[in-house]
T-cell receptor, first 112, second 114 residues
Framework: GESVGLHLPTLSVQEGDNSIINCAYS??????FIWYKQESGKGPQFIID?????DKRQGQRVTVLLNKTVKHLSLQIAATQPGDSAVYFCAENRDQGGKLIFGQGTELSVKP | DTAVSQTPKYLVTQMGNDKSIKCEQN?????MYWYKQDSKKFLKIMFSYNNKELIINETVPNRFSPKSPDKAHLNLHINSLELGDSAVYFC?????????????FGPGTRLTVT
């Protein structure tokens, strides 16, 4: 029969707090990483990306950190707002054909 | 202006039918993709076309056939639909520059096979 599926990891934060969403990637040869935000009923929306020759990149209220030693990626959202509630995906690029491999996703819930 | 559009947004059909999903992008990108997102939100690439040429073809049943009439369009035809094909299908496009592969996604097509 069908196995019971796993629920998405969830992160619940208070409005105004900082959020940190973590992601482990699998291939040490991946050279490009990207974070997407997916709101309910919509397609994934680009947030921020980083190449493997960097370990930190900042955007507006968001920061991505890359630790290649332990193959770990994180997304930090400052002053989290209710509009940040969504599922967040990390993705890695495995080859030059733009083949993005997506992680499991984390559901962020922001409490007002 | 919608950057990446898909039609239809919802598609309900019976097992064994054949259906198509259409995708158009007005970003001038050379590369387009099809992804499948299952009920657990897992997002997996199916196909990629660059300037009408197939460059990524993942392990997908051959009942799925992409077609790219021009670089702004990438359609997905599915034959003999099965229950397990029920999912949300996303089209995306990109124009890789300097090793960046930022992809722009469409709104998705929710396919339900009964």
């Amino acid at each position: 029969g069908e196995s019971v599926g796993l629920h998405l990891p969830t992160l619940s934060v208070q409005e105004g707090d900082n959020s940190i969403i973590n992601c482990a990637y699998s291939n040490s040869a991946s050279d490009y990483f990207i974070w997407y935000k997916q709101e309910s009923g919509k397609g994934p929306q680009f947030i921020i990306d980083i190449r493997s020759n960097m370990d930190k990149r900042q955007g507006q209220r968001v920061t991505v950190l890359l630790n290649k030693t332990v193959k770990h990626l994180s997304l930090q959202i400052a002053a989290t707002q209710p509009g940040d509630s969504a599922v967040y995906f990390c993705a890695e690029n495995r080859d030059q054909g733009g083949k993005l491999i997506f992680g499991q996703g984390t559901e962020l819930s922001v409490k007002p | 202006d919608t950057a990446v559009s898909q039609t239809p947004k919802y598609l309900v059909t019976q097992m064994g039918n054949d259906k198509s999903i259409k995708c158009e992008q007005n970003l001038g990108h050379d590369t387009m993709y099809w992804y499948k997102q299952d009920s657990k939100k897992f997002l997996k690439i199916m196909f990629s076309y660059n300037n009408k040429e197939l460059i990524i073809n993942e392990t997908v049943p051959n009942r799925f056939s992409p077609k790219s009439p021009d670089k702004a369009h990438l359609n997905l035809h599915i034959n003999s639909l099965e229950l397990g094909d029920s999912a949300v299908y996303f089209c995306a496009s990109s124009q890789p520059t300097s090793g960046r592969w930022e992809q722009y996604f469409g709104p998705g097509t929710r396919l339900t096979v009964t």
